[in-house]
């Protein structure tokens, strides 16, 4: 069974730390993207728009849990270190054993 070193990511957004909802938001969409729908002249459109996690390959785990490769971390925690202390991190090493796992966060399948 193949072994592969991989990060956890957990951060927690305190609220409090936020001046507004608006821009809690903000920090979640810039991460995780979101869908929009517009109306107009009768009809409806949705645009999608992508956050940071759309270019890294991750697996979700939980609230504001997620797993990716060693390689994309430095990129993860450059995103949350533009937040301050808005914004806590945590980073842990770890050793996959599934590959269906270790596939997903490589990227290698989707």
Do not use: C
């Amino acid at each position: 069974m193949p072994e592969k070193e991989a990060a956890l990511i957990t951060y927690n957004t305190e609220r409090k730390n936020f001046e507004s909802v608006y821009e809690r938001n903000k920090f979640y969409r810039g991460l995780f993207g979101y869908k929009q729908t517009v109306r107009k002249n009768g009809k409806e459109y949705e645009y999608e728009k992508e956050g940071l996690m759309d270019e890294i390959p991750h697996m979700r785990i939980d609230d504001s849990v997620f797993i990716t490769s060693t390689k994309y971390v430095e990129k993860v925690e450059s995103y949350f270190n533009e937040w301050g202390e808005k914004v806590s991190k945590h980073v842990f090493r770890v050793v996959l054993e599934d590959s269906d796992i270790i596939e997903r966060i490589k990227g290698d399948k989707q």
